[in-house]
């Protein structure tokens, strides 16, 4: 298991950040979650100021949680970016959104995603997929060494 995992959620619909906080918590996925409400405020976390002068962003995420339909800067382009730098190409990155349309699927891993989750509608489900997405990424899966 990670000490002190630090997960992402980048999701701009108040109501499923607020199911999401919950069913994290309740089955304590990551010490650390940090919300981002669109494209921009997300970017503005894994690149904040200093780290676009070429210096090492700090604190990254362990995962990132990211939906496809964000304000400012879609889930798309957030998650190119992601892939585009050194620094964060090997944060894992799951796409958690309603969206069962095959181009956004497809366009995901194209991107790079390394896996693509419908958001089930009932509640139940939903934090059952959430506790699966914890015990797989933060127990089970081996993430590369970070330099922190």
Do not use: C
Not at 123 to 140: C, D, H, K, P, S
């Amino acid at each position: 298991m990670i000490q002190n995992a630090t997960l992402l959620l980048v999701e701009d619909n108040a109501d499923d950040v607020a199911l999401m906080l919950r069913a994290l918590r309740k089955h304590n996925v990551a010490n650390q979650i940090l919300v981002a409400r669109d494209g921009v405020e997300a970017l503005d976390l894994l690149f904040p100021a200093e780290a676009k002068n070429n210096a090492a962003p700090q604190n990254l995420p362990h995962l990132v949680l990211l939906d496809l339909k964000l304000p400012k800067v879609d889930g798309l382009e957030v998650l190119r970016q992601i892939r585009s730098h050194p620094t964060t190409r090997s944060i894992p990155v799951v796409i958690l959104t309603t969206s069962d349309e095959e181009k956004d699927l497809l366009a995901g891993y194209d991107y790079g995603a390394n896996s693509y989750v419908r958001k089930p509608v009932d509640f139940i489900e939903f934090t059952e997929a959430v506790r699966q997405l914890g015990i797989y990424w933060f127990m089970l899966n081996r993430l590369p060494p970070r330099g922190e």
